[in-house]
């Protein structure tokens, strides 16, 4: 059984930083695709970063430049490090571990950890 586990949220002031991880336990966790979702109260789920094999990464436009995802696969635990945060970037965070697939669509990710608040205050 796969577990997703997400820490690292909370309330920030426009302008600061956090940083998301999520320990994933029960699978070969260097061979996935690992990505970060998040989702607005009333809005739909959004892509927000992706990090497969071979150091390979693709952002959201919204995020480009701010979002940095990585990894360190001896922990099986993957980051997310928010810089320059906005309000609109107040969401759950949710990460995502999947096999294969577009790393964009949240249907290629079979397994979703429980989601992490992050508040960004104006």
């Known amino acids: 059984q796969v577990q997703l586990v997400e820490s690292g949220g909370g309330l920030v002031q426009a302008g600061g930083s956090l940083r998301l991880s999520c320990a994933v336990s029960?699978?070969?966790?260097?061979?996935?695709?690992m990505g970060w979702f998040r989702q607005a109260l009333g809005k739909e789920r959004e892509f927000v970063a992706a990090?497969?094999?071979?150091?390979?990464?693709v952002y959201a436009d919204s995020v480009k430049g701010r979002f940095t995802i990585s990894r360190d696969n001896a922990k099986n635990t993957v980051y997310l490090q928010m810089n320059t945060l906005k309000p609109e970037d107040t969401a759950v965070y949710y990460c995502?571990?999947?096999?294969?697939?577009?790393?964009?669509?949240?249907?290629?990710?079979?397994?979703w950890g429980q989601g992490t608040q992050v508040t960004v205050s104006s």
């Open positions: 029960g699978s070969t966790f260097s061979t996935y695709i």
């Open positions: 990090n497969w094999s071979g150091g390979n990464t």
């Open positions: 995502a571990s999947g096999s294969t697939g577009a790393v964009r669509r949240s249907a290629t990710y079979r397994y």
